[in-house]
């Protein structure tokens, strides 16, 4: 429950500022009756979202080829992992100018005139953020269970909006670059152990070696069977005997994406 309720309270925020930007812009212009635009075009996104969620569980739960299921869980952890990834960097290195960005698409969305462009804006805006939601909560849906899984979803959810709701009306500062820092942190970590998972679904097929087979063995520590074990392998990928290509693929995925989050950008020379 709790890694779904951090991917889901995070990209939340995400659109929940994106949203109060755009609000917030819309009743500077003195234009907040576009706002029902703006409601229009994250409906949709909120709708494809949910309707993708729904079919990749029909597929699983009708589908009984074997290996199909493990197959499409390994591919949809390491989809996961990539979107995940992605969308986390290129966050950080584009939150300074997030606003800006999007006041400048406001501004040519209400001069076209169109109700299709400003819907469309908020439409791309919240669509990105949802498909990484629904690709993260599906393929981890299996190990967190079903109802875990939608308490986690709402509580994250219910929350972010509750930010939003607050970012809007202007009542608090909130220390929204803590917040995603923090947040970014620990969806890395679950990154991480998300991709040694869907690596261990191809390995039970096969088609990736182990090369060794247990790296160490900490049974008797913490059961991976165990409700701390469970809880850590659900959250953080915690095996209890992991191979050596696990073990590799968590270590330099943390290394190489802590490294990417946390560089600075480097300044261009002026010609």
């Not at 990154?191 to 063995?217: C, D, K, R, T, Y």
């Amino acid at each position: 429950m709790f890694n779904v309720f951090v991917i889901a309270l995070r990209e939340g925020v995400e659109v929940a500022v994106i949203l109060a930007i755009i609000f917030s812009y819309l009743k500077q212009l003195g234009q907040l009756k576009e706002g029902k635009k703006v409601w229009l075009g994250t409906g949709a996104a909120v709708l494809i979202s949910v309707l993708i969620a729904v079919g990749i569980f029909i597929v699983f739960g009708n589908i009984e080829i074997e290996g199909f299921q493990a197959a499409l869980e390994g591919s949809l952890k390491i989809l996961a992992v990539i979107m995940l990834t992605w969308m986390t960097i290129w966050m950080k290195h584009q939150s300074s100018d997030l606003s800006g960005t999007l006041k400048e698409q406001i501004k040519l969305a209400l001069g076209s005139g169109s109700v299709w462009t400003l819907a469309l804006l908020a439409f791309i805006s919240v669509i990105r953020e949802g498909i990484e939601t629904v690709l993260f909560i599906v393929s981890t849906a299996k190990e967190t269970g079903a109802a875990a899984t939608i308490g986690g979803a709402i509580i994250g959810l219910g929350l972010a909006a509750v930010l939003g709701l607050i970012l809007y009306r202007g009542t608090h500062h909130l220390p929204l670059k803590a917040f995603f820092t923090s947040m970014s942190v620990l969806l890395i970590v679950i990154g991480a152990g998300l991709l040694s998972g869907g690596i261990h679904e191809f390995q039970e097929m096969h088609l990736i070696p182990e090369v060794v087979e247990s790296v160490w063995n900490t049974h008797f520590f913490i059961d991976e069977q165990s409700t701390l074990g469970g809880l850590l392998k659900a959250v953080f990928g915690y095996r209890e005997s992991p191979n050596l290509v696990m073990v590799a693929a968590y270590c330099l995925y943390l290394i190489a994406t802590f490294y990417a989050y946390f560089r600075k950008p480097t300044k261009q020379g002026v010609s």
